[in-house]
């Protein structure tokens, strides 16, 4: 399967641990979206990258999240200091843009249990 | 980014067409329509998109109104396992994020 990929699947963490996440974007993408969706709401959006640069952070984003893409490949996402609310499913998206619009392919997702 | 409003819910009898609207009154010229689905507990899967003319794939079709302001998903014969939310997102690569709404949760029945 040459799709994006997430790992872990599940995550089940006490309160004040860190949790580091996984992306594996599909292989040509230049392009890597973060996002969280909690039970009932669409997702939202978090970060992005182009290439190896972040480009865009969501006020979401509090100084405990961090992204990386270092050699603008995969991407991880890590949450310090979790708390409750950080609960959710972390879902990572890529895309290749071309012409007017670029079309982002998402990964199955990493549900958080902050305990 | 332009706000679109879809109905919360709705029913279809498996094997008929399942007909989904999605109003984006305000889309600016460069936007185009997006529609993605999310299956429960999985990740959101892309259908289609278009800006002005109709679309159609091995998924669905894609009818979009003149004045771009509606459009509509078509599933053409619907399955159990189309059951999902479906999102419609208004969209253009320098907007470079997906703003999601609530979506149209689509049950199909047997």
């Known amino acids: 399967d040459t799709g994006v990929s997430q790992d872990p699947r599940h995550k089940i963490t006490k309160r004040g641990q860190n949790v580091t996440f996984r992306c594996d974007p599909i292989s040509e993408h230049n392009r890597l979206y973060w996002y969280r969706q909690t039970l009932g709401q669409g997702p939202e959006f978090l970060t992005y990258?182009?290439?190896?640069?972040?480009?865009?952070k969501s006020r979401l984003l509090s100084d405990r999240f961090s992204a990386e893409r270092p050699k603008g490949s995969f991407s991880t996402l890590e949450i310090q200091r979790t708390e409750q609310g950080d609960s959710a499913m972390y879902l990572c998206?890529?895309?290749?843009?071309?012409?007017?619009?670029?079309?982002?392919?998402f990964g199955p997702g990493t549900r958080l249990t902050v305990l | 980014d332009a706000k679109t409003t879809q109905p919360p819910s709705m029913d279809c009898a498996e094997g008929r067409a399942a007909n989904l609207p999605c109003n984006h009154s305000?889309?600016?010229?460069?936007?185009?329509v997006y529609w993605y689905r999310q299956i429960h507990s999985q990740g959101p899967q892309y259908i289609i998109h278009?800006?002005?003319?109709?679309e159609t794939n091995e998924m669905a079709s894609l009818i979009i109104t003149e004045d771009r302001k509606s459009s509509t998903l078509i599933l053409p014969h619907a399955t159990l396992r189309d059951t999902a939310v479906y999102y419609c997102i208004a969209y253009a690569g320098n907007n470079r994020k997906l703003i999601w709404g609530l979506g149209t949760s689509l049950a199909v029945n047997p």
């Open positions: 990258f182009q290439n190896e640069a972040q480009l865009e």
């Open positions: 998206a890529s895309s290749l843009i071309a012409g007017g619009t670029d079309t982002q392919y």
């Open positions: 278009g800006l002005k003319n109709n």
């Open positions: 305000t889309i600016s010229g460069n936007e185009y």
